[in-house]
T-cell receptor, first 113, second 111 residues
Framework: EAQVTQNPRYLITVTGKKLTVTCSQN?????MSWYRQDPGLGLRQIYYSMNVEVTDKGDVPEGYKVSRKEKRNFPLILESPSPNQTSLYFC????????????FGPGTRLTVT | AQSVTQLGSHVSVSEGALVLLRCNYSSSVPPYLFWYVQYPNQGLQLLLK??????LVKGINGFEAEFKKSETSFHLTKPSAHMSDAAEYFCAVSFEDDMRFGAGTRLTVKP
């Protein structure tokens, strides 16, 4: 089954404790991205990757890091989480680029206290 | 700056009534337009997409949307709402090399 998976689905952590949210897709897509969803703001892009070892900032990259060492994986790293990073995070992939249809993971709900 | 506006953060309809969710964008002619649906505790899934073919686009679950260039709109409709349509709906528009999402509209269906 073609899918995008994310882990963990739920995470509660404390300020400053480094964490990683994993994302993996099995569709051989070159393009992958991370979004955060906040009430009233819709989806805002954090980072995206056009291919292995190629990443770029989205609209809200501050406080986040990503890496793309393999085509299928695109982890999101929060080196020092803060309460304003409490949000619902989605990973997505596309068979073309950021302008075309995207396939979304199930989401990771992160709470930073 | 390019933008996508969804009018109404919450829409409530009765079961069997017409569903109309509005989406407007700021651009002359965007290449692609999408509607996504998000059910509770799930990711977004594609409902339908416009890619410069027919202006009336049919999607899954009986939804359709019409691209109106003169109104810069891409409103989503369904003739008869079902309880299972209760979800959040997002309009997304491609602008050259970028994609923007609207803030979302939460649809409630009353029995």
């Amino acid at each position: 089954e073609a899918q995008v998976t994310q882990n963990p689905r739920y995470l509660i952590t404390v300020t400053g404790k480094k964490l990683t949210v994993t994302c993996s897709q099995n569709m051989n897509h070159e393009y992958m991205s991370w979004y955060r969803q906040d009430p009233g703001l819709g989806l805002r892009q954090i980072y995206y990757s056009m291919n292995v070892e190629v990443t770029d900032k989205g609209d809200v990259p501050e406080g986040y890091k990503v890496s793309r060492k393999e085509k299928r994986n695109f982890p999101l790293i929060l080196e020092s989480p803060s309460p304003n990073q409490t949000s619902l995070y989605f990973c997505a992939s596309s068979g073309r680029d950021r302008t075309y249809e995207q396939y979304f993971g199930p989401g990771t709900r992160l709470t930073v206290t | 700056a390019q933008s996508v506006t969804q009018l109404g953060s919450h829409v409530s309809v009765s079961e069997g009534a017409l569903v109309l969710l509005r989406c407007n964008y700021s651009s002359s002619v965007p290449p692609y337009l999408f509607w996504y649906v998000q059910y509770p505790n799930q990711g977004l899934q594609l409902l339908l997409k416009y890619t410069s073919a027919a202006t009336l686009v049919k999607g899954i679950n009986g939804f359709e949307a019409e691209f109106k260039k003169s109104e810069t709109s891409f409103h989503l409709t369904k003739p008869s709402a079902h309880m299972s349509d209760a979800a959040e709906y997002f309009c997304a528009v491609s602008f050259e090399d970028d994609m923007r999402f609207g803030a979302g509209t939460r649809l409630t269906v009353k029995p």
